[in-house]
């Protein structure tokens, strides 16, 4: 939903709505749940933002669902009173963000928060096994195939010949 910052009311505008975020190659439904104020020409966006998204295991490498909430608490100023030395964002616009042509999308506020709080490693349970590095079987599946005691080569291993040899 798309507002218009000189259009909001003195006392805020509040935002409930369900709405479609595109993520990655995944669509996700979204519910957006904003109070939004506006103080001159900053406005404060606080709220919630709940999707159920699709992610992958970082161990066992299968998609799985996850739902998330996420808390919401930005400040935005308009992307004119940004530095003028040809773009420049100075330190004290690291912690904020901007609006342009007077005009504020919250379906941009809530797939920004949705991939921004994704952890970076993301796992299907605490108990995943993952994958055998040899045969490569998932092993929350099924057991390894690999022949009891054979050491399953590395990609590290002509690294390690190499330092061996010159020590």
């Keep these: 939903m798309k507002l218009k910052v ?3 009311p003195e006392e805020g505008i509040d935002v409930d709505e369900q709405t479609s975020i ?3 190659e995944h669509e996700t439904q979204a ?3 904003l109070h939004i104020d ?3 020409p900053q406005v404060f966006v606080k709220g919630t933002v709940e999707a159920g998204m699709l992610l992958m295991c970082s161990r066992c490498l299968q998609e799985f669902a996850r739902d998330v909430s996420m808390p919401v608490d930005l400040v935005y100023n308009p992307v ?3 530095e003028e030395e040809r773009g420049a964002i100075g330190k004290k616009e ?3 963000g901007f609006y342009r042509e007077d005009e504020i999308d919250t379906d941009v506020i809530a797939a920004e928060q949705l991939l921004l709080n994704v952890p970076i490693k993301v796992l299907c349970n605490e108990a995943c096994k993952g994958i055998c590095p040899g045969c490569g079987r998932d092993l929350n599946v099924e057991g390894c195939a690999c022949p009891a005691g054979e050491k399953t080569s590395s990609k590290f291993d002509e690294l390690k010949k190499y330092f061996k040899g010159n020590n």
Excluded: F, T
Aim: without cysteine; glycine residues 12%; proline residues 0%.
């Design 6 to 8: 000189s259009e909001i």
């Design 22 to 24: 595109g993520l990655n």
């Design 31 to 33: 519910s957006v749940r």
């Design 38 to 40: 506006k103080r001159g």
């Design 80 to 82: 004119e009173e940004m």
């Design 94 to 96: 690291l912690d904020m």
